[in-house]
């Protein structure tokens, strides 16, 4: 049997030994983790993670105890990015490693959103165990008031304990008030939905992910920090179109003529908001990152086109519903769809064509200068 060494692993996802306690990761040998754990302890009596931290050096030291060669190590992430604090997890995980010399690994979990990275630390060394700390709480009614009190202070649990209810409230005040209660059971039951897209779909990780390169952008002074903030100021224009379109010339025929008409009334706003986007990634492109240029190119001639034939196919699709004082008619319909699918066409065909020519260039480019 070959040589067998156990690494101790505690996992702060969130970095609360970092942000809290001022401790930096990674924490590595016993000594080390007890004074993490102490200084986190006088920063946040309260905080799951001490309970882990300690686990991870008891479970060390029985290991020890038994003759055993281990070694104990607390890895903190980012308490704000949580893609970036995956990375760095991953990062000093390697790095750990190699410098101790471990092949296997007994995890220690809060059991929360440390479990996350549970793939990550698997695809590096062999999980043998698993060890999850629940803190235990008195069954009375002072251990549910203490636990209650620990979820509304949490601003990660807070924001949906907190935030939805008082917002329900505030909207069936405020529609009360003004003798339209119904607006608020509307407006609410499609809060409620979004919100359950948004989280179904995993919306919030692009949203995230977004926001990240936004502020990349900003911080290294590159033209599209410009460019997106207009795109998002045309994409709430066309929100306010599409409204627009919706209360003038919808008349309660149905959830499909409802939907095609504000996306009707914003989709040339959504286009544009797309291209502004895209242009400013094809200035940094073409400045910074020549291989990447012919997909921001390919990229904005195919979102003209997809709106060009949206607006062509909506157009005929609602000049045959009979919609009331809607100002495309049938004839002007067919006009318009046959006009989308060719510019749709001639658009597509114009990206790929620049597409082609744009490749070779960046290739030469790179060629002549393989610093670019």
Request: aromatic share 10%.
């Amino acid at each position: 049997m070959g040589f067998i060494r156990t690494l101790v692993l505690n996992i702060d996802r969130d970095d609360d030994i970092g942000f809290k306690a001022g401790v930096e990761s990674p924490v590595v040998g016993r000594a080390a983790c007890l004074d993490a754990a102490i200084l986190l302890a006088l920063a946040d009596p309260e905080d799951s993670d001490l309970n882990a931290i300690f686990q991870a050096i008891s479970t060390y030291d029985k290991l020890v105890a038994d003759g055993e060669d281990a070694e104990v190590v607390v890895i903190g992430g980012n308490h704000f990015r949580f893609i970036e604090g995956d990375r760095k997890i991953a990062r000093l995980l390697d790095e750990i490693l190699i410098e101790t010399g471990c092949n296997q690994c007994i995890l220690v979990t809060d059991g929360g959103e440390d479990e996350y990275i549970l793939p990550i630390i698997q695809s590096k060394i062999n999980i043998t165990s698993i060890q999850r700390v629940v803190v235990s709480q008195i069954p009375n009614l002072e251990g549910t008031y203490y636990i209650i009190k620990k979820l509304v202070s949490d601003p990660k649990i807070s924001k949906i304990v907190l935030v939805l209810p008082g917002l329900t409230l505030m909207l069936y005040a405020i529609s009360y008030a003004v003798n339209r209660p119904e607006i608020a059971t509307m407006v609410i039951a499609g809060c409620v939905g979004g919100y359950l897209l948004y989280k179904g779909f995993s919306l919030d990780e692009i949203v995230r992910s977004e926001v990240i390169d936004l502020k990349s952008t900003l911080y290294r002074g590159r033209f599209s920090f410009v460019t997106y903030v207009g795109g998002v100021i045309f994409a709430i224009i066309g929100v306010m179109e599409g409204t627009s379109a919706l209360t003038s010339y919808w008349d309660g025929s149905g959830i499909f003529p409802m939907a095609i008409l504000f996306l009707w009334g914003a989709i040339a706003w959504f286009t544009l908001a797309a291209i502004t986007t895209s242009l400013g990634s094809i200035i940094d492109s073409f400045l910074y990152e020549h291989e990447s240029l012919s997909r921001a190119v390919i990229f904005s001639y195919f979102i003209s086109a997809i709106g060009v034939l949206a607006f062509g196919g909506m157009s005929y699709t609602l000049s045959n519903l009979n919609l009331d004082q809607f100002p495309v008619t049938q004839d002007l319909g067919i006009t318009y769809i046959i006009q989308g699918a060719i510019g749709g066409l001639i658009c597509a065909f114009v990206g790929i064509i620049l597409q082609h020519f744009i490749s070779i260039w960046a290739h030469n480019k790179n060629e002549i200068n393989p610093s670019l």
